[in-house]
């Protein structure tokens, strides 16, 4: 009887354990559909776009293009009407009097202007504030601040202005939509020779240019745009400045450089400025913990720099600051200038160069590049550039396509047009992305939430 009852009892802990087993298996497949299955509060997808840039025009029967690296891109002219973005047939953009909206894609599109100089610029899309570290208001200034608003509702802006003395009474600005305002830099500030301004959005969608140009009475004394930035950093570096070399090296022909600095907030800076070539690097005299006034615009010749061969500036601050250089050359009689801005971390970088044959400039403390272009005899070029410090690449023949990427951290680059044979003018740009990748969250749409009362 009792080995009856043991029997019994084995049986039912066997079933016993058999079901708790089974529970716990249960418990674990619905916590891995509860832990698997989408939450409704996390039912969203990430879309990442790059956003529409815009391509300045200068006007005043200035001939100019906006070179797009792809010509399937749409586009569309910003000229108060048109609303649709179109496809186009060709890379290139004969631009007259209106700025042109290039659809986001991942190259950097580039305005070209020609008038007996040469002016480039990097299409762009302000990100709320641009900062443009040249210009001058001064008796030969001929020189616009171009403010465009590229949405079809009117926007707002400030435009704050630095001087040597200190800043200005900050202007508020409307532009109306789809339109471009050119405001003329010596209305802005008569008589000033060094000058600093950030263009702020307040609302609506806008791109802001600066093209300097200098006249003395019909002479042209030389044109470029000054690059906007977006930031003032602790270390800024300027890759591409260029002294005269090759056929250029002659005593018909001349350059001199101007450093110009901005510490945009309200402590004074302490800085040093280093000259960074081939030949190596150096703190020129006088630029080693030099004293900078906060909201005060300096300029310092650079008397030290490289003449003969291309050069990058590095500013090492301990605030945030801005800088650029301006360079002034001569060739033979004619006057000619450029102003070199500082650049952000090299990525990758695609642009269409139209034929022009640059210098590029690269700066780091290890340099590893790759350069792959098409020229206009429509080989194939791939260099692969490694260095320390600086490293500079002269293009063998002219360029259309041109991809530069960086495979480390911590490099910067810059391209140098200077004048070729039947050539004319002298530009500079960063290697700036015209717009970055932009992600945004949208919801899945999950008709179980739908309720019917």
């Known amino acids: 009887m009792r080995q009856k009852l043991l029997t019994l009892s084995s049986k039912n802990a066997v079933k016993l354990n058999i079901k708790v087993i089974v529970l716990c298996l249960m418990l674990l497949i619905l916590a891995g559909f509860s832990y698997f299955a989408p939450e409704r ?70 305005t070209f202007a020609n008038n007996g100089w040469k002016a480039v610029v990097p299409c762009s899309i302000s990100n709320g504030e641009q900062w443009f570290i040249g210009g001058s208001g001064a008796l030969t200034s001929k020189s616009y601040l171009f403010i465009i608003n590229s949405g079809f509702s009117e926007s707002s802006v400030e435009v704050k202005i630095f001087t040597p003395n200190g800043p200005l009474e900050p202007k508020s600005i409307s532009i109306p939509q789809n339109s471009t305002k050119k405001i003329s830099l010596d209305s802005l500030v008569p008589g000033e020779e060094s000058i600093a301004i950030a263009v702020s959005t307040k609302s609506g969608r806008v791109s802001s240019y600066l093209f300097d140009e200098r006249k003395k009475g019909l002479k042209s004394l030389g044109a470029d745009f000054v690059s906007p930035v977006t930031i003032a950093r602790k270390v800024l570096t300027i890759p591409a400045i ?80 801005l800088a650029s250089v301006l360079s002034s050359f001569t060739y033979g009689k004619n006057p000619e200038i450029a102003w070199a801005t500082g650049s952000d971390d090299l990525k990758r970088w695609s642009v269409n160069l139209t034929g022009s044959r640059p210098i590029l400039n690269f700066v780091g403390d290890q340099i590893n590049v790759q350069i792959s272009a098409t020229g206009t005899n429509g080989k194939k070029i791939v260099k692969k550039l490694s260095a320390s410090n600086f490293v500079t690449w002269k293009a063998p023949v002219g360029l259309n396509r041109l991809e530069v990427t960086a495979s480390r951290d911590g490099i910067s680059g810059g391209v140098i047009f200077l004048p070729e044979v039947g050539g004319i003018g002298s530009s500079y740009i960063p290697m700036n992305n015209g717009a970055n990748l932009e992600t945004a969250a949208e919801p899945i749409s999950d008709a179980k939430v739908i309720s019917r009362g």
Do not use: M, W
């Not at 953009?93 to 986001?104: M, R, S, T, Y």
């Not at 400025?273 to 150096?282: A, H, Q, R, W």
């Open 41 to 110: 509060s996390e039912q969203v997808k990430l879309t990442s776009s790059y956003p529409a840039t815009v391509c300045p025009a200068i006007g005043n029967k200035v001939s100019s293009i906006a070179a797009l690296t792809n010509s399937k891109v749409n586009r569309r002219s910003i000229d108060g009407t048109s609303k649709r973005l179109n496809p186009g047939k060709s890379s290139a953009i004969a631009l007259k009097d209106n700025a042109v909206l290039v659809e986001g894609n991942p190259g950097t599109s580039l």
């Open 242 to 321: 260029s002294g005269l070399s090759g056929k250029l090296a002659s005593n018909s022909n001349s350059v001199s450089h101007v450093l110009r600095l901005l510490v945009p907030a309200t402590i004074d800076a302490n800085v040093d400025v280093t000259i960074n070539s081939n030949d190596g690097n150096f703190i020129p005299v006088g630029l080693s913990q030099l004293d900078v006034k906060s909201q005060k615009v300096l300029d310092i010749p650079l008397t030290f720099a490289k003449i003969d061969q291309p050069f990058s500036v590095i500013v090492n601050s301990d605030q945030p600051i």
